[in-house]
């Protein structure tokens, strides 16, 4: 898989910015959250990328609906923000399972064995590199490099870095995450 493929994966970059979503209800508190936020800027669009992570933490990704609603908020046209949403590949556009598992695509993981650790993945998991499980638990992507090449393969289960991860120890590292 090359890079522009994983790019791509993660993001959902393939998607065309909407023109225009109707408007959907972010949380009371996600909004007072946000405008907490947009107060530390002296520019509200300075706090867009934390505001797209504040949307996706409570919904998992951001959908179009959403990123209309952030968008006002931050006085940003939709199609500015969702630029900011497709560029960085920690932001989904897409739905993802209630877990995401990073897999490090990288020279240093291939060459320590990424494609047996993909294998097991795909087949324990009963998904493809970019599919969610169907009872919606994992999401499997992957990422260009995890910055982990000393403890190669690496993957990444939400936010916890795992390294030396081989295929032998997948069902244990997978039951940690319910």
């Known amino acids: 898989m090359s890079t522009g493929d994983s790019a791509a994966m993660l993001a959902g970059a393939a998607q065309a ?9 972010l949380a009371p508190e996600l909004t007072a959250a946000i405008a907490q ?10 706090a867009c990328i934390e505001a797209l992570k504040l949307v996706q933490r409570q919904y998992r990704w ?4 959403r990123l209309g609603a ?19 590949n920690l932001i989904y556009r897409r739905p993802v399972g209630r877990h995401v598992i990073l897999l490090c695509d990288s020279v240093s993981c291939w060459l320590c064995g990424a494609d047996q650790l993909r294998a ?17 638990r ?3 992507l992957p990422i260009v ?20 991860v081989d ?11 319910p």
């Open 17 to 25: 910015a909407p023109a225009a979503a109707p408007s959907a209800p």
């Open 37 to 46: 936020l947009v107060g530390q800027y002296d520019d509200k669009r300075a």
């Open 62 to 65: 951001v959908d179009d609906a």
């Open 70 to 88: 952030l968008a006002r908020l931050l006085d940003m046209s939709i199609a500015e923000l969702d630029g900011v949403a497709t560029f960085y």
């Open 120 to 136: 097991r993945l795909e087949q324990r998991l009963g998904v493809e590199v970019g599919q969610t499980t169907a009872d919606d």
């Open 138 to 140: 994992f999401t499997l």
């Open 145 to 164: 490099c995890l910055g982990h090449c000393d403890h190669a393969p690496a993957l990444m289960v939400d936010e916890a870095l795992h390294g030396d």
């Open 167 to 177: 295929a032998a120890g997948v069902d244990r590292l997978l039951e940690a995450y």
